[in-house]
């Protein structure tokens, strides 16, 4: 749903996208490199919380304060369904700044 | 082989096996008789040992008590001090009753409770009619997510929710849906200010309205109390006086017919009394007595029979059985009629019940240690051995002999019907084959 979303906005969505920073180091479940968009669905099942420590997403919240890339994220205890997401990702990229 | 064939052994087996039934029906009807009649002794014998305790200590007083202490030398009545007991618990009632009258929510009741006017229902009324739009309000405004909309301070500058995170937008959407549900307000923040003021003043006035509730409920705790013990001062006399005298009662229940026999000489309305009770007594025991000797242990031998009956039945049921005949002379010891024996029995039981159960003679008694109410109850036709009672009795005054009333009324039909002979009386109810 996700991919949809930002492939229809334009987005060249790639899986599974390494983006390493200062302070962090993680798989992306989606990103465009070339606009430095992208987003991350956090789940339990995936070991995400295991990887996004609070160190770690502070330091990625740090780069996406700086302008350094966008990413939307999103934690699957916070998604009621898909329609909200699906909103959620609308208003996102509506968000980011014109290229 | 001669003798009688499969069928015919079959057919003898469910006739007996209805007889058999036929009877239990017969001792099930005289137990629930019984059961009945021993509920009417019981009521009986109650009223007779509460009046006598009456009659023997009619009043709470220092010389009341000592009378019934004289008269049944049960001295833990005077030591027990039924009158200390009573003041002490008449004090205990008269100060509490004294602590709740001055104590303002029950002095002022009708001040703080009448309806409609009372000071603390008004103020509840009023909070409850301010309340009721605010709680509309509040009621429109539930959402999974307004909670924490208002503690996040979204729709103030205090919101720092970053616009990457999830949570941003769904507080957004909520925010949205709150919003609608208001379609007065412009924005959040002026939907927010009035949720706020509208959570922070049911706060308060809930905490108001717990508080006038629990004045309202003490209040009525201690009208209820009032009552209450004002109800106990005025049975305080009766109640103790009831007290005393079932205690004088659970006394001469455990008392023989000597036992008071010089101490009663001089009052001989309360010696009848005395005998009646115990008459009572004894007429309970024997009635039950009877009950258990004669009809419910023949009624767990029958039973005992049926289920033998009908394991026979089954046998008898079998194929293989088909060709077995049952020897005659076997036959007829195992089919023989026994419903006559059964008859004499019930009547026998009758009119041995019947005698204990209707005499009233109590006033005949002799207070002495040798005296058995069973020969006073039968006018000693009876033998009444087959009690514990009664055979403990003979067993404990070997010498003796019961002296007839010669002006008795004694029915001798009955003691003769209660007496025949029946001599199978302890044979089997069913022959073993």
């Not at chain 2, 959040?188 to 003021?197: D, P, T």
Request: with cysteine; net charge negative.
């Amino acid at each position: 749903m996700l991919e949809r979303c930002f492939s229809a906005a334009g987005f060249h969505i790639e899986h599974a996208f390494k983006l390493a920073g200062a302070g962090f180091e993680l798989v992306l479940d989606g990103y465009d490199p070339a606009r430095r968009v992208g987003y991350e669905y956090l789940t339990t099942e995936a070991g995400d919380r295991v990887e996004l420590t609070p160190a770690v997403v502070a330091a990625l919240e740090a780069a996406i304060e700086r302008g350094d890339f966008h990413l939307l994220l999103v934690d699957e205890l916070e998604v009621a369904d898909e329609a909200e997401l699906e909103l959620a990702a609308q208003r996102f990229i509506a968000r980011l700044p014109r290229p | 082989m001669t003798g009688r064939g499969h069928y015919e052994v079959q057919r003898a087996l469910q006739q007996q096996l209805a007889g058999l039934e036929a009877e239990v029906a017969q001792l099930d009807g005289l137990l629930a008789e019984h059961a009945r009649r021993i509920k009417e002794v019981d009521a009986a014998e109650t009223l007779a040992g509460s009046e006598l305790a009456a009659a023997m200590l009619p009043e709470l007083t220092p010389q009341a008590i000592e009378s019934a202490v004289r008269l049944t030398g049960y001295a833990p009545l005077r030591q027990n001090d039924p009158i200390a007991a009573r003041e002490h618990e008449r004090s205990a009632l008269q100060a509490r009753l004294g602590e709740i009258e001055v104590e303002p929510r029950y002095r002022d009741r009708e001040l703080l409770r009448a309806p409609r006017i009372g000071s603390l229902v008004r103020e509840v009324d009023e909070l409850e009619e301010f309340r009721a739009p605010l709680l509309q309000v509040w009621t429109l405004s539930a959402h999974p997510r307004r909670d924490r909309l208002l503690a996040v301070g979204y729709g103030t500058g205090k919101y720092s929710v970053a616009w990457w995170r999830m949570s941003f937008y769904g507080d957004w959407k909520a925010g949205d849906e709150l919003l609608e549900r208001f379609p007065r307000h412009k924005s959040f923040a002026e939907l927010r200010a009035e949720l706020v003021s509208t959570r922070d003043t049911l706060t308060v006035y809930d905490a108001r309205l717990a508080e006038l509730r629990e004045q309202i409920a003490i209040s009525e705790a201690l009208e209820r109390e009032h009552g209450e013990r004002t109800g106990a001062l005025a049975t305080l006399e009766a109640r103790h006086l009831e007290a005393a005298q079932r205690l004088l009662w659970g006394y001469l229940r455990s008392l023989g017919m000597a036992d008071l026999a010089d101490r009663l000489a001089a009052t001989p309305d309360l010696a009848i009394m005395y005998k009646r009770l115990k008459g009572m007594e004894a007429k309970r025991e024997y009635l039950e007595g009877l009950a258990n000797e004669q009809l419910k242990k023949p009624r767990q031998e029958l039973g005992a029979a049926i289920q033998k009956v009908r394991r026979d039945i089954a046998k008898w049921s079998r194929p293989k059985m088909a060709w077995q005949n049952m020897p005659e002379e076997q036959f007829g010891r195992r089919f023989q009629d026994r419903s006559e024996r059964y008859r004499k029995r019930r009547e026998r039981y009758q009119q041995t019940y019947h005698t204990v159960y209707a005499f009233d003679g109590y006033h005949r008694a002799s207070l002495v240690d040798d005296f058995l109410w069973w020969d006073l109850m039968t006018d000693g036709r009876l033998d009444g051995d087959f009690l514990p009672d009664v055979h403990a009795f003979h067993s404990r005054h070997p010498d003796y002999r019961y002296e007839r009333d010669p002006l008795s009324s004694f029915d001798d039909s009955a003691a003769a019907a209660a007496t025949s002979d029946d001599t199978d009386s302890s044979s089997s109810l069913l022959d073993a084959s």
